[in-house]
């Protein structure tokens, strides 16, 4: 897990797949690569996770805003935007 942003509103992780230390054991099935962004809106408590073409969009948006520095304000109001499908509940184990 790699801490991409942390602000007073917000906290956005990248999140990578776990690959077997070891390239010469078989697991069962087909293993896919997946990794994900998990972003947190510390106003609500809430977060959300993106994986899948939820995660390759945000991906996007990572490597625009490499291209491009944003303003504070610009990230937040695009994390806004993504804040507004979070329906868990952040649990601390």
């Not at 490499?66 to 868990?88: K, S």
């Amino acid at each position: 897990m790699h801490m991409l942003y942390d602000s007073e509103q917000f906290a956005v992780m990248h999140l990578l797949a776990d690959f077997p230390a070891d390239e010469h054991v078989q697991t069962q099935g087909p293993q896919l690569a997946r990794h994900g962004f998990e972003i947190v809106d510390k106003r609500s408590g809430k977060e959300v996770y993106l994986d899948g073409s939820w995660a390759e969009l945000f991906q996007r948006q990572i490597d625009a805003w490499q291209q491009n520095t944003p303003t504070q304000e610009e990230v937040e109001d695009t994390l806004d935007r993504y804040a507004g499908l979070a329906q868990n509940p952040v649990v601390v184990h």
